[in-house]
Nanobody, 115 residues
Framework: QVQLVESGGGLVQPGGSLRLSCAAS????????MGWYRQAPGKQREAVAG???????TYGDSVKGRFTISKDNAENRVYLQMNSLKPEDTAIYYC?????????WGQGTQVTVSS
C-alpha cells in the first residue's frame, strides 16, 4: 500500500511559479514510475509529467519547457516545479505512483492561475 499526499498548490498570477510536492508513505527508490496528472473543470484528467525509478522523465506537450519533475529518494518525495504559469494550467493536480502492478493516487492539490 502506498499513500500519497500532495501539497504546494495555491493561487498564482499568470507568469508566476509554484512548486508542488508529493510525499509517499513508502520508499520511492523502487517505485517504477511516479507522475503528476491534472484535471480541469469539465475536462478529462491528463498526464503532466512522469519520472521513472532510474530518473528518466517525460512531459506533456503543453508543459514542456515550463515544468520540471524531480524526486528526492531520501525524502520519498516527488516535486513538480511549474514556471511561466498560464490560466490554462488551472486544475487539480494529482500525484500517481505505479508500483507492484497497482496504481496509487493522492487526493490532489488545487492550482489556480489568475490575475
Amino acid at each position: 500500500q502506498v499513500q500519497l499526499v500532495e501539497s504546494g498548490g495555491g493561487l498564482v498570477q499568470p507568469g508566476g511559479s509554484l512548486r508542488l510536492s508529493c510525499a509517499a508513505s513508502v520508499s520511492i527508490v523502487n517505485i517504477y514510475v511516479m507522475g503528476w496528472y491534472r484535471q480541469a473543470p469539465g475536462k478529462q484528467r491528463e498526464a503532466v509529467a512522469g519520472i521513472r525509478s532510474i530518473g528518466l522523465t517525460t512531459y506533456g506537450d503543453s508543459v514542456k519547457g515550463r515544468f520540471t519533475i524531480s524526486k528526492d529518494n531520501a525524502e520519498n518525495r516527488v516535486y513538480l516545479q511549474m514556471n511561466s504559469l498560464k490560466p490554462e494550467d488551472t486544475a487539480i493536480y494529482y500525484c500517481k505512483a505505479n508500483h507492484a502492478g497497482r496504481e496509487y493516487w493522492g487526493q490532489g492539490t488545487q492550482v489556480t492561475v489568475s490575475s
